[in-house]
């Protein structure tokens, strides 16, 4: 099955900034909403950000004027540009549907770990 692979984490200094990719086919942009999750150890994995087939964005509390969600539909991919990371967004990061259900439900790939040192 075809799975979400979301890429670019790394390990950086609180304060640093990321930027995580996801490829997602234009077809897929065009019909449904979007989002970054993310799962802390011993966490359940919650979504971030989101964006809509229009390109409306939302964002967790917690993340919000940090982390922009953004989409290149000419080039399938969609992003996540993290500034001013924190320990506390330390987690693997995963791309998929919002919401992940249906076709979405059983694409979750392996996530790409963020880690934050302080």
């Known amino acids: 099955q075809v799975q979400l692979a979301a890429s670019g984490g790394g390990l950086v200094e609180a304060g640093e900034s990321l930027r995580l990719s996801c490829p997602v086919s234009g077809s897929i942009f065009s019909r449904y909403s979007m989002g970054w999750y993310r799962q802390a150890p011993g966490k359940q994995r919650v979504k971030v950000a989101s964006i809509t087939t229009r390109g409306i964005t939302n964002y967790a509390d917690s993340v919000k004027g940090r982390f922009t969600i953004s989409r290149d539909v000419a080039n399938n991919t969609m992003y996540l540009l993290m500034n001013s990371l924190k320990p506390e967004d330390t987690a693997v990061y995963y791309c998929?549907?919002?919401?992940?259900?249906?076709?979405?439900?059983?694409?979750w790939g392996q996530g790409t770990q963020v880690t934050v040192s302080s």
């Open positions: 998929n549907g919002d919401p992940p259900s249906g076709w979405f439900r059983d694409r």
